[in-house]
């Protein structure tokens, strides 16, 4: 009797390890330095009637995901190669249209690492991304690269929502204010809403998640109770952090202060705290740049996997690291002599809005192919019903919002 429950035990075990590793994964690669732009952005821009938009992204964040993630697990298959059997070469125009997301965000996320060390210890941003790059390639080289960037994440989640909470206990909340206008907005912007859905799920990060589990051993429908905890778990974590921080700007904007432009999300914690306030800023930014450099990488250079057997995973596995340290070496480069792209943060969060209903779209209708699935497997109507709303909504706020901007 032992000796057969043992290794079902030993594999929930590592199942809900490797779920909650993805869920971490997920959450801190979308709470990055686009991440906090975004928010204070939108939280300056529209006040309480943010509060709309943020309830708006959760309902949609749990759609796609629980979507996205049981797809490509039950499936047993990477996202771009589910898309390559919906129809020939269009994997590949997912991967091109993942990878290009996650490259431009990643220069942001570099950059955003080392804007953070400037503000702590007063080196260069560019010297402070470079300090940043090479920590992320040695989690990423080191054996057990896996568990390394999981442990990383979830420490600097623990940072980040630390310091989120002491600026709400320094500051007087306008709870009231918040909730009235989160349920009944005086005004709805379609572009807030593109771009922190795109900015949480879309793009590289709604992937993140499904392509670790895989990575993590998860397959087939035995495994759905852990993709279900492990989405569930991520999109709690990113909320909760978006309206701890949607909070604290909301605060800062009703007592008639005008956030900085030019850095938004940092004159919420200077005029919060003082110069205390802003240090800890420059801690939560470094700590938002490093988990969003290690969630865009490992999900990025995920897409470039199109491995369909033992011998075509192997060589993927042993070019891997080349590939990782390519692509965090490329974006620190782009960053040293161009610069960080700060306008480029929002409108890759838009962008990555207008991948989102792709991807999706893809997805579902490998859902109902049996020769992708299995014959066992029944997708939940309520899944395909909302996820297909989903597709409509974001395609239509997505041409509203390129409308808006051109």
């Not at 943010?50 to 992204?57: K, L, V, W």
């Not at 210890?121 to 989690?139: D, H, T």
């Not at 929502?161 to 918040?178: D, E, N, R, S, W």
Request: net charge positive; aromatic share 12%.
């Amino acid at each position: 009797m032992d000796n057969k429950t043992t290794p079902t035990n030993n594999h929930g075990k590592q199942m809900r390890s490797v779920a909650m590793g993805a869920a971490f994964l997920m959450a801190m690669a979308a709470v990055g330095p686009g991440f906090l732009t975004q928010t204070a952005t939108f939280t300056g821009k529209l006040g309480a009637n943010f509060g709309f938009a943020i309830i708006i992204c959760i309902i949609m964040d749990v759609v796609v995901q629980l979507n996205i993630w049981r797809i490509i697990v039950v499936s047993g298959k990477r996202a771009q190669v589910l898309a390559n059997e919906v129809f020939p070469g269009l994997g590949y125009l997912l991967s091109t249209l993942v990878a290009i997301g996650g490259l431009v965000f990643n220069i942001g996320n570099v950059g955003g690492a080392g804007l953070g060390l400037n503000v702590l210890f007063g080196i260069s941003p560019e010297n402070g991304a470079v300090i940043a790059a090479v920590i992320a390639i040695c989690i990423f080289i080191v054996k057990n690269a896996l568990k390394a960037m999981d442990r990383t994440v979830q420490i600097l989640a623990v940072i980040k929502i630390g310091i989120l909470i002491y600026i709400l206990f320094v500051t007087k909340i306008p709870f009231q204010a918040a909730a009235t206008h989160a349920f009944t907005p005086t005004k709805i912007d379609f572009y807030s809403i593109v771009t922190i859905v795109g900015g949480t799920v879309g793009g590289y990060i709604s992937f993140s998640g499904g392509h670790r589990l895989l990575d993590g051993g998860a397959k087939g429908i035995k495994d759905i109770k852990y993709i279900n905890e492990g989405a569930l778990t991520g999109i709690t974590l990113a909320s909760i952090i978006r309206i701890m921080l949607f909070l604290a700007g909301l605060a800062v904007v009703m007592e008639g202060f005008k956030l900085d432009p030019a850095n938004p999300a940092a004159s919420i914690f200077l005029h919060a705290a003082g110069n205390f306030g802003y240090k800890f800023f420059g801690l939560l930014l470094f700590a938002s740049g490093m988990s969003s450099i290690l969630g865009s990488t490992f999900t990025s250079t995920s897409f470039l996997d199109y491995a369909v057997n033992e011998r075509t995973t192997a060589l993927f596995k042993k070019y891997r690291n080349s590939i990782v340290i390519s692509f965090i070496v490329f974006s620190t480069l782009i960053f040293y002599f161009i610069g960080n792209p700060a306008k480029v943060l929002v409108l890759v969060g838009a962008l990555n809005g207008f991948v989102l209903p792709i991807a999706l779209c893809i997805l579902l209708v490998a859902v109902r192919k049996k020769s992708i699935m299995g014959k066992a497997y029944h997708h939940p109507l309520w899944l395909t019903i909302t996820g297909w709303i989903v597709i409509a909504f974001m395609a239509y706020a997505s041409v509203d919002t390129l409308f808006e901007l051109f």
